[in-house]
């Protein structure tokens, strides 16, 4: 079976460099729709057997103009919480949290946003074991997930194989972007890479 995964599309808070998360959702940006669109045509002659989406409203947004089929939320997609300081300009975090900021981008194996309240990297995997191994085990061939950057990069690696050191060694997954997996037997294969239609 294959997973495609897609990143929503970029936003206003994603223009402006805020911290959007669990909690906090802006507007898809304009030019995004025509990015949306090269990935719907990208997707088309593919028959999914399911459509998961992360309930937050700009990955749920994403999916609707992706797809004509029906899309069910999937709480396990939702973006990584970053507590306190969703809603906050991503300079400003750095600048009161550096080391946390700079783990969460370039070391999440050194992660802890106790701090500030965020959710631990450990809870994040968690969300994604759970989903790729009912995906494992189904007899579905080709499911398509939508979901976010932070949370997208570290259980789509994680789910490939990738240590805690390795999870953000390509760098975080780009707006309208598809990464492919392909199960094999108890485990699943990253083919494809954050790849830009």
Same mark, same amino acid.
């Given at each position: 079976?294959?997973?495609?995964?897609?990143?929503?599309?970029?936003?206003?808070?994603?223009?402006?460099?805020?911290?959007?998360?669990?909690?906090?959702?802006?507007?898809?940006?304009?030019?995004?729709?025509?990015?949306?669109?090269?990935?719907?045509?990208?997707?088309?002659?593919?028959?999914?057997?399911?459509?998961?989406?992360?309930?937050?409203?700009?990955?749920?947004?994403?999916?609707?103009?992706?797809?004509?089929?029906?899309?069910?939320?999937?709480?396990?997609?939702?973006?990584?919480?970053?507590?306190?300081?969703? *809603?906050?300009?991503?300079?400003?975090?750095?600048?009161?949290?550096?080391?946390?900021?700079?783990?969460?981008?370039?070391?999440?194996?050194?992660?802890?946003?106790?701090?500030?309240?965020?959710?631990?990297?450990?809870?994040?995997?968690?969300?994604?074991?759970?989903?790729?191994?009912?995906?494992?085990?189904?007899?579905?061939?080709?499911?398509?997930?939508?979901?976010? *950057?932070?949370?997208?990069?570290?259980?789509?690696?994680?789910?490939?194989?990738?240590?805690?050191?390795?999870?953000?060694?390509? *760098?975080?997954?780009?707006?309208?972007?598809?990464?492919?997996?392909?199960?094999?037997?108890?485990?699943?294969?990253?083919?494809?890479?954050?790849?830009?239609?």
């Amino acid at each position: 079976m294959k997973i495609y995964f897609v990143r929503h599309g970029k936003t206003e808070w994603n223009l402006a460099r805020r911290l959007q998360g669990q909690k906090g959702d802006s507007p898809l940006l304009p030019e995004a729709l025509t990015e949306i669109e090269r990935v719907r045509d990208f997707l088309a002659p593919i028959k999914f057997d399911e459509i998961l989406s992360s309930p937050q409203t700009r990955a749920l947004t994403t999916a609707k103009l992706l797809t004509d089929c029906a899309i069910k939320r999937d709480q396990r997609l939702a973006e990584w919480n970053f507590g306190e300081l969703e *809603g906050w300009f991503i300079a400003d975090a750095i600048a009161k949290y550096p080391k946390e900021m700079h783990d969460s981008r370039f070391e999440l194996d050194k992660f802890d946003g106790r701090a500030f309240g965020a959710e631990s990297v450990s809870s994040v995997l968690a969300r994604f074991d759970d989903l790729g191994r009912e995906l494992l085990h189904s007899e579905m061939d080709n499911v398509l997930l939508i979901g976010h *950057g932070a949370s997208g990069t570290a259980g789509m690696r994680h789910l490939s194989g990738f240590g805690l050191s390795e999870l953000r060694a390509a *760098g975080g997954l780009a707006n309208n972007t598809v990464t492919i997996l392909e199960g094999c037997k108890d485990h699943f294969e990253l083919k494809v890479w954050d790849q830009k239609l």
